[in-house]
C-alpha cells in the first residue's frame, strides 16, 4: 500500500520535470511606431488581442504557442509587422496567444484563420479585421473599419463614418454612432444593426438565410437598401423620415405604416409604394420568401 501511495507522487514529478519542454514561451519585445503608423499582424491559430495606449511604440506579449517556429516582428516606425511563422505542418502546433499595445491612431490590420480578435479603444484612421473561423470582437472609433469572418461571430461597437462587416454562417452585430455609410452582409447568420440615432447617407444589409433587424435614420436624400432571399427583414425609422419606400417579394409578407400592399393577379407576389414626409430619401425592401417589415418610432 505505501508503495501505491508514492506512485501518483512519482508520476506528478515526472510530469513537472517535462512540463517545460512542452511550455508555451513567453512574449515580451517593443518596437517604437509612429503615432499615425501602421501595424499588421498575422496569426494563425489562439487569438489576438489589441489594446490603444498613449505611447509612440508598440508592445507585444503573451505566449508563443509549442510547436511554433517563431515570431517575427519587421518594419520601422512607420510600419511594422507582426507575424506567427508556423512550420509546413502545423496540425499539431499550440496555439499563440498575441497581447498588442498600440498607439491610439495607429492603422491597424489583423488576419487570423482560427484565431480570436480582440480589439479595444483605437481610433485609427484605417482598421481592417479578417478571420476565417474565429471570433470577432472590436469596439473603437475607426475612421473607416472593414470587417470579415467566415464562420465566427462579430460583434462591432464603432463611431464611424464608413463600416463594412460581413460574415458567412456567423452572427454579426454592429452598433454605435455610424454616420455617413454602412454595408453589412451575412449568407446564413443573424444581423442586427444599430446606429444610435446618427443619420446615415447610404446603408446596404444583404442576406440568404439570416434575419436583419436594423435601426438607424436617414439622412435627407440618403439611400437604403436591404434584401434577402429566405431571411426577414426588420428596419425601424424616426417618426420624421422623408423618403419614397417600396417593397417587393415573392411569398414573403410585406408591411409598412399607411401602406397599401399589392397582391399580382396571377400567381404569387407582392409589392407597395409608400411616401413618407417630403419623400426626399430612398428605401427599398426586397425578398423572396421572407417577411420585411418597416415600422415608424
Known amino acids: ?57 508598440v508592445r507585444v506579449t503573451g505566449s508563443l504557442g ?6 517575427v516582428i519587421d518594419g520601422d516606425r512607420d510600419e511594422l509587422r507582426i507575424e506567427v511563422k508556423y512550420p509546413n505542418r502545423s496540425r499539431n502546433t499550440e496555439p499563440t496567444m498575441l497581447v498588442v499595445q498600440v498607439p491610439l491612431q495607429a492603422e491597424l490590420e489583423i488576419e487570423t484563420v482560427s484565431a480570436d480578435i480582440d480589439v479595444h479603444g483605437v481610433a485609427p484612421r484605417e482598421l481592417s479585421l479578417q478571420s476565417v473561423s474565429g471570433d470577432i470582437v472590436a469596439n473603437g472609433a475607426p475612421r473607416r473599419a472593414s470587417v470579415e469572418s467566415v464562420s ?7 463611431n464611424s463614418s464608413e463600416v463594412e462587416a460581413s460574415t458567412v454562417s456567423g452572427d454579426l452585430v454592429v452598433a454605435g454612432r455610424l454616420t455617413g455609410e454602412a454595408s453589412v452582409e451575412t449568407v446564413s447568420g443573424d444581423l442586427r444593426f ?9 446603408f446596404s444589409a444583404g442576406s440568404v438565410s439570416g434575419n436583419i433587424a436594423a435601426r438607424l435614420a436617414l439622412a435627407e436624400a440618403g439611400e437604403i437598401r436591404m434584401e434577402s432571399v429566405s431571411g426577414d427583414l426588420g428596419l425601424d425609422l424616426p417618426k420624421d423620415l422623408s423618403a419614397e419606400v417600396s417593397g417587393e417579394s ?6 409598412a405604416p399607411g401602406a397599401k400592399i ?25 425578398t423572396f420568401s421572407g417577411d420585411a417589415r418597416l415600422r415608424l418610432l
Open 1 to 57: 500500500m505505501h508503495t501505491l501511495l508514492k506512485l501518483p507522487v512519482a508520476i506528478a514529478l515526472a510530469c513537472s520535470a517535462l512540463a517545460p519542454a512542452w511550455a508555451a514561451t513567453p512574449i515580451d519585445q517593443v518596437r517604437p511606431l509612429d503615432p499615425r503608423g501602421r501595424v499588421e499582424i498575422d496569426n494563425l491559430k489562439g487569438r489576438v488581442e489589441v489594446r490603444a495606449w498613449d505611447r509612440q511604440e
Open 66 to 71: 509549442d510547436g511554433v517556429e517563431k515570431l
Open 152 to 158: 465566427g461571430d462579430v460583434n462591432l461597437t464603432f
Open 194 to 202: 444599430d446606429s444610435r440615432g446618427e443619420r446615415l447617407r447610404k
Open 250 to 255: 415573392f411569398s414573403g409578407d410585406l408591411s
Open 262 to 286: 399589392q397582391r399580382e393577379d396571377f400567381g404569387p407576389g407582392s409589392s407597395f409604394h409608400q411616401r413618407y414626409g417630403d419623400g426626399k430619401g430612398e428605401i427599398r425592401l426586397e
